[in-house]
């Protein structure tokens, strides 16, 4: 299984990139978000890559890092959702903002991406209810870790967006910021929301 490439990108198309890597040419699936970050054809380009295999096929896809991978990675385990179905939704949207309509219930939100309808929006907000796979889950040094906020509203909210997927070290001051917008209106539900909307950004 190929799961990276490093190597000159050669040529560019609307759905897929040529990377040559020492004489060989490989054909790799990409979203349009990650087309419009790659390079210039001649740079040297690094690709996380996932490998399909079919009987009559063996199919990369590249994504920019492996947050976007492990995404593409959870939305192929939503039925009804393809490849093809999960590049458009990361072409469309970021990691997290999938995550955030996915936490908030915005199913109406995914239908902006081509090929998800309503239904098909409905059910990637039940299946990926809980599911990692929208963030970074990078390992962070113990030491690396902020000791827990002491407001309870704040660490409930803080701990809901680390089984999401996110660091703590990064949910906690975008949190927080929100807990000072909200004052006493604030709940555990709106601090995620706000919280959410923060990191998408």
Do not use: C, H
Not at 3 to 21: H, K, N, Q
Not at 22 to 36: D, F, I, K, P, Q
Not at 66 to 82: D, I, K, M, N, P
């Amino acid at each position: 299984m190929i799961g990276r490439l490093a190597g000159t990108l050669v040529a560019v198309e609307p759905e897929a990139v040529l990377v040559d890597v020492n004489g060989v040419g490989y054909v790799v699936g990409v979203s349009t978000r990650t087309l419009a970050a790659l390079p210039p054809p001649g740079a040297a380009v690094t690709l996380a890559i996932e490998t399909m295999v079919r009987e009559d096929a063996i199919t990369l896809y590249g994504f920019l890092d492996t947050a976007e991978r492990a995404a593409f990675r959870t939305l192929l385990t939503v039925q009804g959702v393809g490849a093809k179905v999960a590049l458009a939704l990361l072409g469309a949207f970021s990691p997290g903002q999938i995550a955030a309509a996915v936490a908030t219930g915005d199913a109406k939100t995914l239908t902006r991406a081509s090929g998800v309808g309503a239904r098909l929006a409905a059910r990637l907000v039940t299946e990926l209810k809980g599911k990692p796979g929208f963030a970074g889950t990078e390992a962070i040094p113990a030491a690396a870790v902020p000791a827990p906020p002491s407001d309870p509203l704040l660490a409930d909210a803080v701990s809901a967006l680390a089984n999401l997927g996110y660091r703590r070290a990064e949910a906690e001051p975008a949190l927080a910021a929100a807990r000072r917008r909200l004052g006493d209106a604030a709940s555990v539900e709106a601090l995620i929301r706000e919280g959410l909307k923060a990191l998408a950004r």
